[in-house]
């Protein structure tokens, strides 16, 4: 497994910041215009059911981070973004995988067609901060990394003042 | 692997509540009677570098969820636990294990002597929320299963009225 080092502007708490690329995964949070975030349901049969879910997927090779997210929420939701930021970057599972889980706040979406693939029967729908605090308090969403990311967004960055 | 249904007092959303038992893990989020959380750090061979997390582990053969909290929490901290609440249960990785994750409080908390499994070296500390927040926020604790933890305790859990 080849370690590349990419220097990408992530304007997040660093202006630019080193980041070891592998083949890890993103974590995309897609917030619509009027702050709703789109979340997708499908059926996981590791978990034998049907989980809510931030869309996500592997890195795939020759692709950075931020294509990956680009990629990602075009096929499992059709929106394409024209903003894309690193807010987190976090071990899944630091016990026995050195998958590296990137997560990214999706902005300045517009609506497309979805793509997903043979095997994904994807489901997409746009909550509000209320709905989705209150699916999470209520373990009605039980995905780790949809739980750490959108919590984190919650407490650290939604109602913030943007730069532009 | 088997999947066994145990009833347990869990009192946090439902005075009783069915769960599937199965070599999941637990996750451990230990509140001193001050408030402040104690938190390990170790090397992850699989992530190259050493990380403050939750105390956690897998649940072993015979051992029900309250148990495996109760014993990862002696070996790694020596710390035991009067109170144990499951606040929340979780899939750290759906895409491809069927591995359940349960988040208990712990609480009244002794301290003892930790014992740790000859290849764990690991130091315990406790924080006060500020500086787990902090943490979190300038990513310096990265752990998925810790972040996801730790922000639903101060944003649903934290400063509320306790019944005893």
């Keep these: 497994m080849q370690a590349i080092t990419e220097r990408f502007a992530s304007g997040w708490h660093n202006p630019i910041r080193e980041v070891i690329t592998h083949p890890g995964s993103v974590v995309v949070l897609p917030v619509l215009p ?19 879910e931030l869309v996500a997927g592997r890195i795939d090779a020759g692709e950075n981070v931020r294509q990956a997210a680009a990629r990602e929420l075009m096929e499992e939701t059709g929106y394409h973004a024209q903003r894309f930021r690193v807010f987190l970057d976090m071990f899944p599972t630091p016990g026995f995988l050195e998958e590296r889980m990137y997560v990214l706040l999706a902005e300045k979406l517009t609506a497309g067609e979805a793509q997903p693939e043979e095997d994904e029967r994807i489901t997409a729908k746009a909550f509000d901060r209320a709905a989705l605090e209150r699916m ?8 780790a990394k949809s739980i750490a990311g959108l919590l984190y967004y919650f407490r ?4 913030r003042k943007k730069k532009n």
Tied chains: 1, 2.
Excluded at 37 to 51: C, D, E, G, N, V
Excluded at 136 to 143: C, G, H, Q, T
Excluded at 156 to 159: I, K, M, P, R, S
């Design 34 to 52: 009027d702050g709703r975030i789109l979340l997708i349901r499908q059926y996981r049969h590791a978990t034998r059911q049907h989980l809510w």
């Design 156 to 159: 650290f960055l939604a109602g």
């Design 136 to 143: 999470i308090e209520k373990n009605a969403l039980r995905d």
